[in-house]
């Protein structure tokens, strides 16, 4: 997940609390971070999942992303929105995600979800055909069959293996060590990387990386803006907002195999 997507999804999330007037988050949270262990929630790792010992590195890294976005990638993605309709670009949004099928697949499988996995096979199918490549989603209009999220971090964290600190990224947004090594196995798991010289297939990746992340970025211009509003700490906020997150979604594939 590129640095759009990444840090606008972790801003949606924590911006309705900040909107409500809940107390900002503190810079370094592991003063938070549950003391008994045995009470945190499946997939957060001993620590708590909140410490951050390489925050002299993260911090510096977030500004880096944040100055990157103000420079590049919003006036970028402006100028893309302003020659391109809504619709348009919301379709393209729904391509890059029919394109990233097999991770999602792979990793419902690993947790053993079957009928997600194989719900996901049946909309790649029904979208790449009826749906133009992915262009359009018959698959949920005409079918019902919902899309099922999943990543190779998640199963990670599904099987309460440790995920290690907080790790901000470059480009990529935040992370931590664990959900960095998923990045790196889901990223495996691209077919065409196997098919094609490593300099021709890392080209395609950073091409499709950059026009997914200016699409949604496109579609999201005033997110940054509306957090940014009601966050004291933005790197905190992210940083808190990130963690939960990715805690919450383990807790609902938890709940969702019973």
Do not use: C
């Not at 840090?7 to 503190?26: C, E, H, M, N």
């Not at 749906?131 to 990670?156: C, E, S, V, W, Y």
Request: aromatic share 12%; proline share 8%.
């Amino acid at each position: 997940m590129m640095l759009a997507s990444s840090l606008l999804a972790v801003v949606s999330f924590a911006t309705p609390a900040l909107s409500q007037g809940a107390a900002p988050v503190s810079q370094n949270p592991a003063a938070q971070s549950p003391a008994n262990p045995s009470t945190q929630p499946p997939g957060e790792n001993n620590q708590g999942g909140y410490a951050d010992p390489i925050a002299a590195f993260n911090e510096p890294m977030f500004t880096f992303n944040l100055k990157l976005d103000d420079w590049v990638l919003r006036p970028v993605a402006s100028g893309y929105a302003t020659i391109t309709p809504q619709p348009v670009r919301e379709s393209v949004d729904r391509f890059f995600d029919n394109v990233h099928v097999i991770p999602r697949f792979a990793n419902n499988l690993f947790q053993l979800k079957l009928v997600e996995a194989g719900g996901e096979i049946a909309r790649f199918g029904i979208n790449s055909t009826l749906g133009l490549a992915g262009f359009f989603d018959p698959a949920d209009l005409l079918f019902g069959l919902k899309q099922h999220r999943n990543d190779f971090g998640l199963t990670i964290r599904y099987y309460d293996i440790p995920t290690g600190p907080y790790l901000m990224l470059p480009l990529m947004g935040p992370s931590t060590i664990g959900d960095t090594v998923g990045l790196v196995a889901d990223g495996a798991m691209d077919p065409i990387s196997y098919f094609v010289p490593w300099w021709v297939s890392i080209t395609v990746a950073t091409g499709e990386g950059a026009a997914e992340a200016v699409n949604y970025r496109s579609l999201h211009l005033n997110m940054f803006e509306e957090a940014d509003r009601y966050a004291i700490d933005l790197y905190g906020a992210v940083q808190d907002a990130y963690l939960q997150m990715r805690v919450n979604k383990v807790k609902k594939l938890h709940e969702e195999q019973w």
